[in-house]
């Protein structure tokens, strides 16, 4: 009898000390100080490096202006750089260590839509969101109900550009150079099929590799056999600057026309005056007087020393609906999800948003020009 009571006190302690073990190591709730961890991905370095730049430098600020105020319910944001070099392969390398972090709870990135793409399956399965301020391929939000993007689509930026050039430029024989990728041939078979249905003829279809090519000479010649009044670039600020480059000195004079891709002042400064007078669409303008616009332009001023571009302005709003997401949610990276869907009218530096039910947004596109070595406003 005394055996039994000894045995029976034997397996009370056991038990109890199991429960204070598995109590104690059991995922720690966030405390009030505690750090929430946000990666920020794209391309750190090579040819994309200064996309990569721009997140880098408009995330940091968003965040350090958040810390400043008390942080999201008293905890600061801890952001993570994470370099992609805008190469699928990379990009799913990346996906897979962000994911086995639990202290992560949501991405901000990738840059192309080729990377998003491929991290997007990895994401999904491990329930973290990907909130991509650039990813335009209509497909990439199909990959899963964590794909947010912060962009329009290249079906709704294809059409506005095929306008303009046909309706607004006049333009009705249109030639087509574009970068071999997901995202260049989505650009491009939108574009096309827009400006197809308002009538215009496309002289020629030219595809270059991105990182890759560098003499334009033989694509430039054939376009100009087909005689056409404006070529239509699908195309990223470094080939586009060598392709306006290498126009130039085979005295080719015709209008270009680009995509938002384009704004970016290393273009200018990659093709000086060869770059002048082309087009672009845009969703941001540093000359809106709006005071929220002109508060980041002046900080972003003054903590790097140059003007924010259309990609710093989008990863801004983008880590600001994240982080507004998580005053609601929480560090969880399910209710995150959750919060975000509900985002209505995000008033950011490039207008309201609201992510639809794909999680896509659509903003209103204004049209640029470059003007002695400036882009300005055309309309």
């Known amino acids: 009898m005394k055996r039994n009571k000894k045995t029976t006190l034997i397996i009370a302690l056991v038990l109890v000390f199991i429960i204070g073990l598995v109590g104690c190591t059991s995922a720690p709730k966030q405390g009030k100080d505690e750090e929430i961890k946000i990666a920020v991905v794209g391309p750190m370095t090579g040819d994309s490096a200064q996309y990569g730049q721009s997140f880098k430098r408009a ?4 965040a350090s202006k958040v810390n400043e105020a008390g942080g999201v ?3 600061p944001i801890k952001l993570e750089i994470v370099d992609d070099k805008n ?8 996906a ?4 086995s ?8 990135g990738h840059f192309s839509s080729t990377a998003s793409l491929a991290a997007a399956p990895i994401y999904q399965r491990a329930q973290l969101v990907e909130l991509s301020p650039t990813s335009s391929h209509p497909e990439f939000t199909k990959q899963g109900t964590y794909m947010f993007r912060n962009v329009n689509t290249q079906a709704i930026e294809g059409p506005i550009l095929a306008d303009f050039a046909v309706n607004d430029l006049k333009k009705k024989k249109i030639a087509v150079i574009y970068v071999n990728d997901d995202w260049g041939i989505t650009a491009k078979d939108n574009f096309i099929e827009a400006a ?3 009538g215009a003829t496309i002289t020629a279809e030219e595809a270059f590799i991105g990182g890759q090519t560098r003499d334009f000479a033989p694509t430039i010649t054939k376009i100009k056999g087909t005689n056409p ?24 004079d015709v209008d270009l026309l680009g995509t938002s891709s384009l704004n970016n002042d290393q ?10 007078g082309l087009y672009l669409t845009n969703n941001y303008f540093p000359g809106n007087p709006d005071e929220k616009v002109q508060e980041f332009i002046e900080d972003y001023k003054e903590a790097y020393g140059v003007e924010p571009d259309q990609f710093a302005a989008v990863a801004y709003d983008s880590l600001g609906m994240m982080i507004e997401a998580l005053k609601t949610s929480g560090p969880d990276r399910v209710k995150l999800r959750d919060s975000l869907v509900d985002i209505k009218d995000y008033n950011g530096v490039t207008g309201k948003t609201t992510f639809n039910e794909n999680r896509d947004v659509m903003k209103d596109m204004i049209i640029m020009q470059i003007k002695e070595g400036k882009f300005t406003l055309y309309r």
């Open 59 to 62: 995330t940091e600020l968003m």
């Open 87 to 94: 190469d699928a392969k990379e990009a799913t390398n990346v």
């Open 229 to 252: 009044d404006l070529i239509f670039l699908a195309a990223m600020y470094s080939e586009t600057g060598m392709i306006a480059q290498q126009l130039e000195q085979l005295n080719y």
């Open 196 to 198: 197809e249905e308002l």
């Open 101 to 108: 972090d639990e202290k992560i709870v949501g991405v901000i």
């Open 267 to 276: 273009l200018i400064k990659l093709a000086g005056a060869a770059v002048d």
């Open 73 to 75: 319910n008293g905890s």
């Open 96 to 99: 897979q260590k962000l994911v």
